[in-house]
């Protein structure tokens, strides 16, 4: 059985493109002369049962995610002549009296990643409670972005330096992860039988985790100034390494609990997990069958659909927000724009299977193509958003832009 979802987010943001519009003028004296949006992103899981003892089942699930984007923007608009101003002055909003000029900036992005995830499951027969999982993730992206006249905002004390400044920076990044992960005693999530209005906690378990990454990163076109706060003392540490490209074979945490890239076995406690199952059925036709569902509340937070036919998961809807990670401040304009759920709906197996298997070559052909890079500090150890706020920027770009020009950096 199977589940996902395609959203088309550059049609997205040139539906609302006069709110954009509307938005630049009033913020920033600036009107859109060129905007387009190709932007696509899709994720697929494929459940299977793909081994059985007299006791328990291996279910594995393939996951694959396809995320692809090309933009230009072109705005133009009176904007404040480079220089030293106020930390009050204000020169981006439309009624300062600052010495504004004639100015047009631009961004470019073309951005490729695919990720392909599958993980093997032992369950057991009469609960589906989870004995043991294994994983393997392999991925790979390439941004290509070119911008000029971008407003950089330098603030100290209590004045501004303002200068426009041009780029032409490339990130490109490989990486694979091989993880295990044993549940003792087993994670019971469901409790079966499960019943509508009925909340239950599940079980404390033992988990201790073990395995190693692989892949690089490389990246051109950064300043100097980048570069130090890409290299920091930490990520040298870790990684041995002062300039791109970076392994992660040779990838070592502060900690120690990562050398040369493996990692493990180290333990860990997973606490109890609130679990309950609201009132209500949502029902899906799949593959011409009205099938009925019910919907689990996990933490207060993300909905997952449950099928009582397969005893597991069959769909999923997760706000951007509440028991997610906070998300960085400019995240803002990406629910604006994009919508605060992310969401997967049951699907017949064979489109999901067929859908997962192109994102496959996808990635492969991707992989081969790619060098290895990235903003490493961000796009691999902060969880897990800068892949994708980052390949959005041009699909985002007018928003970021607004944000950035109508506000002066901290010191």
């Not at 049962?49 to 984007?69: D, L, N, P, Q, V």
């Not at 294994?134 to 991925?139: I, Y």
């Not at 040779?250 to 997973?270: A, Q, R």
């Amino acid at each position: 059985w199977g589940m996902g979802k395609e959203i088309d987010l550059g049609a997205n943001v040139t539906s609302k493109l006069s709110y954009i519009d509307n938005l630049l003028k009033s913020q920033a004296n600036v009107t859109i002369d060129r905007l387009s949006v190709d932007s696509k992103v899709a994720y697929y899981v494929l459940f299977e049962i793909t081994g059985e003892t007299a006791t328990t089942y291996s279910i594995t699930a393939k996951m694959a995610f396809r995320f692809a984007t090309s933009a230009n923007l072109k705005v133009t608009g009176g904007m404040p002549v480079a220089g030293t101003y106020g930390v009050y002055d204000n020169p981006f909003d439309p009624k300062s009296t600052v010495a504004k000029e004639a100015k047009t900036v631009s961004i470019d992005l073309e951005e490729k990643m695919g990720v392909v995830l599958t993980g093997t499951a032992t369950v057991e027969k009469t609960s589906m409670a989870i004995t043991n999982i294994t994983w393997s993730f392999k991925g790979a992206l390439s941004v290509e972005i070119d911008a000029k006249n971008i407003p950089d905002i330098n603030t100290t004390g209590s004045v501004q330096i303002i200068s426009y400044k041009d780029y032409d920076v490339g990130f490109e990044a490989v990486a694979g992860v091989d993880l295990y992960m044993d549940f003792t005693p087993a994670l019971d999530l469901f409790q079966a039988p499960v019943v509508q209005g009925e909340t239950w906690w599940t079980n404390e378990t033992a988990l201790t985790v073990a395995g190693s990454v692989n892949g690089h990163v490389n990246a051109h076109g950064l300043t100097d100034d980048i570069k130090a706060q890409i290299f920091t003392e930490e990520l040298r540490n870790a990684t041995g390494a002062t300039d791109f490209p970076i392994s992660f074979e040779k990838l070592n945490s502060p900690d120690g609990e990562i050398k040369n890239g493996k990692f493990g076995p180290y333990n860990s406690t997973v606490e109890p997990i609130k679990m309950r199952c609201m009132n209500g059925l949502v029902t899906h036709t799949v593959n011409g069958e009205l099938k009925k569902y019910m919907k689990i509340q996990v933490n207060d937070g993300a909905t997952f659909l449950y099928s009582q036919d397969e005893g597991f998961l069959a769909g999923m809807y997760m706000n951007m927000g509440g028991s997610m990670p906070a998300l960085p401040e400019e995240a803002g304009y990406v629910t604006a724009l994009f919508g605060s759920q992310v969401s997967m709906d049951p699907m017949d197996a064979k489109v999901v299977s067929d859908k997962i298997k192109s994102i496959d070559a996808y990635t492969a052909k991707l992989t081969s193509e790619v060098k290895g890079g990235g903003l490493i500090q961000d796009f691999f150890f902060k969880a897990p958003y800068l892949g994708f706020f980052f390949v959005a920027l041009g699909a985002i770009s007018i928003g970021i832009l607004a944000f950035f020009m109508t506000r002066p950096r901290k010191p």
